[in-house]
């Protein structure tokens, strides 16, 4: 509420500012002379030097009112003895600016310096660094997941902002979570050098700093600190990823930062697991009981499509319908406008430029695109997940469907990976429905058996399985058990549906070998469902999985999808190659 002196000063500076604006519209009648509008643009110096303490008022007329007026006498006066003080109005205004407004703050912050971080950066920031101000200031905004190459400024904007956060509220707390303790730690350090700063004890008076008071910070360590009007424990704690968090709380944010050190840590799918399952079930349950907002930030590097921020996106992606910001590049807002979503590349999608000259030339980053894997530019630089070549059966290396075509092949085929007992293995059994392709077969994966159940506990669902589908041929690897077979015979006798061959194969072949050797035609002839069709914890989806995450370099805690896809390109496809004419199996019509 304004005093009745306030609202004299807020009635002076509107009215003032509408002369301005006036002057300047096309329609309006006689104009003021520069002269005059330079002694305007004074007047309302003073105007806003004796108003100040509106902070919220005063900040927002600045912005959207004062300040292009502002910039626009810059522009037409050429009055040279004019510039020093226009400098001097204009920086005086951002200072008001940034008191509501994270942007005018990081300009304001750096309004002397040589070396600017913002000013370069600022057309592929100025999204991120609005929504970083959304976490503070929107109560409806929960999540902001930010991609960028490494420098273009993921962290450095995020610990400017939470600092700046502590200027408009300096009674809550941040967790700040990173896989590296110096870094983690280096970063709570520039959230204090930050709040130490002249600029900011400028912006916000009431938060200023002196060295004389030893109650500024009741705590003041790099893992952990306390300012003097925080109500929890600690006003910032900053840990690394394996550190037990239990114990550690938020009000304010929390931030989740770089995980990977390099691209070979970002491909070990149990180092994902974790710190996705780390995620749901730890790390976004930190906050306070009573608070009222969960509030999350994840910035880093994209390194591959199955690490932890390409899995966050995911999950936030099965929650809300995204779509492109209108003003923004490279960002994505939920329909709801709870969660954004920026992925900046280091060469623009569509004219293959820089979209950052002033940081790192089209040549240079052409020059590093030559120089390493293709997968690691388009993931890395690009932010477009693409897997290494060492994943042979990488979604984007496979043929997918969205439905089956319709064929005139009557039954389906398949293979049995059996086990001997349950445990570590999975038991695989892929269904494939052939469908003619030309001169060739292609083998659609309609279903499948994948768990990690015992054979002898799976006889009855295997044949169940058979009838359902109508499997005409199904191949076995022998090497487990000799007893399968004749278990899966005797109930199909049993139950009149004895129209399945099953050929029992005993394997000589190595795993690997015999995935390498089949793998060209695994990827010609099986086609699979698309990415995103089946849940994951079901059996197809663990299929997939299983497959598509399959590592040529040996990372592998098992292969049993990509095997027993093997063995069905070795011994169905290959005993298949002829084309035959398609016959109706009369004696299992009663089944369909």
């Not at 030893?214 to 109500?231: A, I, P, Q, V």
């Not at 083998?443 to 005409?472: C, G, P, S, W």
Request: glycine share 4%.
């Amino acid at each position: 509420m304004m005093d009745k002196k306030d609202k004299q000063l807020y009635n002076a500076i509107d009215k003032t500012l509408k002369i301005l604006e006036n002057n300047y519209r096309f329609s309006y009648g006689k104009k003021m002379t520069i002269t005059e509008a330079f002694d305007t643009i004074k007047d309302l110096y003073v105007l806003f030097k004796n108003f100040e303490k509106n902070t919220q008022k005063c900040g927002e007329m600045v912005i959207k009112r004062f300040i292009p007026l502002v910039d626009l006498l810059i522009k037409i006066d050429g009055d040279k003895t004019h510039y020093k003080i226009y400098d001097e109005i204009l920086k005086y205004s951002y200072k008001l600016g940034a008191r509501v407004s994270l942007e005018h703050y990081m300009i304001y912050r750096e309004w002397n310096d040589d070396e600017k971080f913002f000013a370069v950066r600022y057309k592929i920031l100025q999204g991120y660094i609005h929504y970083l101000q959304e976490i503070e200031l929107n109560p409806k905004f929960e999540m902001l997941i930010a991609n960028m190459p490494s420098g273009y400024g993921k962290t450095y904007p995020e610990k400017i902002s939470e600092a700046w956060g502590f200027g408009i509220d300096d009674k809550g707390s941040i967790l700040s979570l990173c896989s590296n303790d110096s870094v983690v730690k280096g970063g709570s350090r520039t959230v204090i050098n930050e709040i130490k700063s002249p600029e900011f004890g400028e912006v916000f008076p009431h938060l200023a700093y002196d060295p004389k008071d030893k109650n500024f910070f009741l705590k003041e360590t790099d893992g952990e600190w306390k300012l003097k009007n925080c109500n929890l424990m600690a006003s910032y704690n900053a840990t690394t990823t394996n550190s037990n968090v239990v114990g550690q709380r938020a009000s304010k944010r929390i931030h989740i930062d770089d995980l990977y050190p390099d691209y070979k840590e970002a491909m070990n799918k149990n180092t994902n697991d974790q710190y996705f399952n780390d995620f749901q079930t730890v790390w976004k349950k930190r906050f306070i009981q009573e608070a009222k907002y969960h509030k999350i930030v994840i910035t880093g590097t994209l390194w591959s499509s199955d690490d932890f921020i390409a899995r966050v996106i995911a999950w936030v992606k099965s929650m809300h319908k995204f779509k492109k910001h209108p003003k923004y590049p490279y960002t994505l807002i939920s329909e709801d406008e709870s969660v954004a979503i920026i992925q900046v590349p280091a060469l623009d999608y569509e004219t293959g430029e820089s979209v950052c000259p002033e940081l790192r030339s089209t040549e240079k980053i052409l020059e590093d695109k030559n120089a390493i894997e293709d997968y690691l530019f388009q993931t890395n630089f690009q932010q477009i997940p693409t897997d290494p070549e060492s994943l042979f059966f990488s979604y984007h290396r496979l043929r997918t469907y969205e439905t089956i075509p319709q064929t005139e092949y009557e039954g389906a085929y398949a293979v049995i990976d059996a086990t001997r007992k349950s445990g570590k293995d999975f038991f695989a059994m892929p269904i494939f429905k052939k469908v003619q392709n030309d001169n060739v077969f292609d083998y659609y994966l309609k279903d499948v058996i994948f768990t990690r159940e015992a054979t002898k506990d799976m006889y009855d669902e295997i044949v169940n399985k058979i009838i359902e589908h109508h499997i005409v041929k199904i191949a076995i690897e022998s090497n487990v058990t000799s007893e399968l077979s004749k278990a899966i015979n005797d109930r199909l006798e049993s139950k009149n549906a004895r129209f399945c061959e099953i050929i029992e194969k005993y394997n000589t072949v190595p795993k690997p070998a015999r995935i390498e050797y089949e793998k060209g035609s695994i990827k010609k002839q099986l086609v699979f469902p698309k990415k995103g069709m089946y849940g994951i914890n079901t059996d197809m989806g663990k299929f997939m999985d299983n497959l598509t995450t399959y590592n040529n370099g040996g990372t592998n805690t098992n292969d049993d999808a990509p095997d027993s896809c093997a063995m069905f390109s070795s011994e169905i496809i290959n005993e298949n190659a002829i084309i035959q004419k398609a016959e109706p199996l009369p004696f299992v019509r009663q089944y369909f």
